[in-house]
C-alpha cells in the first residue's frame, strides 16, 4: 500500500493542496518551500518554481500530460509514465476557456491511475485521473529526482 494513501482524510485546514505535496515529500525527507495559506497567485509561484527548474534542478517533466489548446492527451503519454509523488500541476476550472486558465492547483500521482489532492470543498480525496473533476484540469506532471530518480 502507498504510503501516500496515509494521507486521504487530512483536512484542507491543514494542508491545502501545495501543503499536501509538502507534507508528502516532507514524508520522505525532503523539504520543499513552504506557502502560507496558499492562494491562486502562491500556486502560480509554485508553478514557477517547479516548472522553470525543469530539465537543470531537481524537478523533471513527465511527458505525456492532458494538452488543454487541443483537449487531448499528447501522444506521447504512457500510462505507466506517472509514478507515485509526480506532482501533478492543475489549471482552475471556473474560467471559460482552457488556453487562458492558469495553474492554480496541484496534486500528487498515487499511482497510474489516481491523484490525490485536497481543495477548500474537501479534505484530502484520492480521485481518479481521467475524472470529469480532475481530467481537463492537469497541465503538467513533474518528478523531483530525489523521490523518483
Known sequence: MSSLLLLVGVPYATA????LV???YRQRGIDLPAFDD???????????????????G???????????????WRPEDVTCAW??????LMLGHTEPKAT???I????????????????????AVL??????????RIAAVYRHEEVCP
Open 16 to 19: 491545502h493542496c501545495w501543503g
Open 22 to 24: 509538502c507534507l508528502a
Open 38 to 56: 496558499v492562494g491562486a497567485a502562491d500556486l502560480r509561484a509554485v508553478a514557477r518554481t517547479i516548472a522553470p527548474n525543469a530539465e537543470r
Open 58 to 72: 531537481p524537478w523533471r517533466r513527465v511527458r505525456g500530460a492532458w494538452n488543454p489548446a487541443t483537449a487531448t
Open 83 to 88: 509514478r507515485p509523488y509526480d506532482v501533478v
Open 100 to 102: 487562458d486558465r492558469a
Open 104 to 123: 492554480i492547483h496541484c496534486g500528487l500521482v498515487v499511482d497510474a491511475n489516481h491523484i490525490l489532492h485536497t481543495e477548500r470543498e474537501t479534505d
Open 127 to 136: 480521485a481518479r485521473r481521467d475524472s470529469p473533476s480532475v481530467r481537463h
